[in-house]
């Protein structure tokens, strides 16, 4: 359980990454960067970077990406239902640090995100925002930032949408950044490429 101050990372590294390879054989998670690091590690060094308290939320099974996250400091969670969408990995870090007083909810399969962006969701979280996500040439992206005021609505969430449907309401405080890693992914294997700025 988290100490009443503390907000707490969320790196969900659930998912199947079916469209980077369709037999499952490669996680996409472990592919290695230009810069040698793992898709996986670099969102979680990104993601460390402002926040030392992180959870990582696994499939059954992921004992290697596992090992490489838990030697960054990362703690591991394991989702049985991960199949079942994202709003239960989400739910599943939530439960493992439902004392925090907020979170930073990042994808590992977003390595390009600048760590000045999660700085700055972190500090407005900090300043009494209840809501925030960045925004780049006009599109919002990842990751998301909610506080504890919105831990009811994250675990009563349903589906593979994730927060999308929360991120719809006024309340959402949106942070301009220049980092075109808040829309990157990695999808398919040409997407490890250096990102585009």
């Known amino acids: ?7 707490t990372g969320i790196l969900l590294a659930a998912g ?14 472990l ?29 059954p099974g992921s004992d290697i990406l596992c090992a490489r996250l838990q030697a960054l400091g990362v703690e591991c969670v394991f989702c049985d239902d991960a199949d079942a969408g994202m709003a ?7 439960r493992a640090s439902a004392g925090s007083a907020g979170w930073l909810i990042a994808l590992a399969d ?10 700055k969701l972190l500090q407005a979280l900090q300043n009494g925002k209840d809501m925030v996500a960045p925004v780049h040439a ?5 990751p998301v930032g909610f506080s504890q005021k919105y831990l009811p609505q994250l675990l ?3 589906g593979d949408t994730g927060a999308r ?8 405080h949106q942070i301009g950044v220049a980092d075109a890693g808040i829309h990157q992914d990695i999808d398919l294997p040409q997407d490890l490429l250096t990102p585009r700025r």
């Open 165 to 172: 449907q929360l991120l719809q309401t006024p309340d959402l």
């Open 138 to 142: 006009g599109r919002r992206g990842n």
């Open 16 to 29: 199947r990454g079916r469209r980077f390879d369709a037999s499952g054989v490669e996680n996409k998670l």
């Open 156 to 158: 009563a969430l349903q």
């Open 88 to 94: 239960h990995s989400l739910q599943a870090a939530l």
């Open 31 to 59: 592919q290695t960067l230009d810069n040698g690091q793992t898709v996986a590690s670099q969102s979680a060094l990104n993601l460390l970077s402002a926040m030392p308290h992180t959870v990582a939320v696994l499939r």
């Open 110 to 119: 977003m390595p390009f995100v600048q760590p000045d962006t999660m700085q």
């Open 1 to 7: 359980m988290s100490s009443p101050g503390r907000r």
